[in-house]
């Protein structure tokens, strides 16, 4: 295999071999110092544009591709976690652009707040259904939407980060798009998630790894990145824990992944304490007993930078 400069640093990289989703394998490149795996997928640019993704990232797991309306209506109870928390008075009336933008879910929902989405969406099948179901503004390209002269409030990239072959580059372009004072928010797997690294889970391992993910990121190595752009005034990243520990121990006890019907999250332990009796007191403090633990656990997984999403910011100039 040949020795590729990292995409973040530009040192040589070191590589393995790994077992990855849907029994294949995937030759990485790895940077020691910045801690980023990536591989190369000269198809994957194809694979994004013919709605090709979720075949490769959830029927090669034996998860079931859901129906465009099934994907809209899962993304909308994820897009609402998203709007509660990152949405303030401030955007209502705010131009703003959701990077992989999918079926649209969560620009119908900023829509919902009061904000004027935009979409940038490579399948093909899905912006269709943006521009066509949701009448709402939406980009195949980069290169489409540079054309358009567009300017945002706010850029979201939620799970997108780790199909961008050339991450710097890219960023930038987006942060060029950013009005004075904007932000660009966005969300990427954990290289170091606690399932992987603590709980040391082979079969998560391989389920992590996967064709159409091509870069691996820590917060080390999204530190790297953010400090490596130059159009912006300053960065902050984190990482968070959206999956329960209901989760994890389902991870531990059937070794396969279970639909959550959102990434990156479930709500398992809400759906858990729904069955719970409503005439008992004992239903109630077992409901806090569930509710406390849930918390402790992602804050302790949070604090060692361990959760399963890294949260980058970055903010325009």
């Excluded at 295999?1 to 849907?22: E, N, S, Y």
């Excluded at 079926?103 to 943006?130: C, D, I, Q, T, W």
């Amino acid at each position: 295999m040949d020795v590729m400069a990292c995409k973040i640093c530009g040192q040589p990289t070191g590589w393995m071999r790994l077992p990855a989703r849907g029994a294949k394998t995937v030759d990485l490149h790895v940077c020691e110092p910045c801690n980023f795996w990536f591989h190369s997928n000269q198809e994957l640019e194809d694979i994004l544009a013919a709605d090709g993704l979720d075949c490769a990232r959830l029927n090669s797991a034996g998860l079931l591709t859901p129906t465009l309306a099934d994907d809209f209506k899962n993304g909308s109870r994820q897009a609402k976690v998203y709007i509660d928390a990152l949405f303030t008075p401030a955007d209502i009336g705010a131009e703003i652009l959701d990077v992989g933008c999918s079926s649209g879910y969560f620009m119908e929902a900023a829509r919902r707040f009061g904000a004027s989405p935009h979409g940038l969406e490579l399948n093909k099948v899905k912006a269709a259904y943006v521009r066509e179901g949701l009448k709402l503004p939406c980009y195949e390209s980069m290169e489409e939407l540079l054309a358009a002269g567009a300017r945002f409030s706010r850029i979201f990239m939620f799970f997108s980060l780790e199909y961008i072959s050339a991450p710097i580059p890219f960023l930038e372009q987006l942060l060029g798009l950013l009005n004075p004072g904007g932000e660009l928010y966005v969300l990427t797997p954990n290289l170091e998630d606690g399932l992987l690294s603590v709980w040391r889970n082979s079969d998560f391992k391989e389920f992590f790894l996967n064709e159409c993910s091509i870069c691996y990121y820590s917060a080390r190595a999204a530190n790297a990145l953010a400090s490596r752009l130059r159009n912006h005034s300053g960065f902050s990243v984190r990482t968070t824990q959206g999956y329960s520990f209901l989760n994890h121990f389902l991870w531990h006890k059937f070794r396969k992944p279970t639909n959550t019907g959102m990434v990156g999250m479930d709500e398992f332990p809400a759906e858990w304490m729904a069955s719970l009796a409503t005439d008992m007191d004992a239903s109630s403090e077992l409901a806090r007993l569930i509710a406390v633990f849930e918390r402790d656990y992602k804050w302790l997984l949070e604090r060692h930078g361990l959760g399963n999403r890294i949260e980058i910011k970055l903010k325009g100039r």
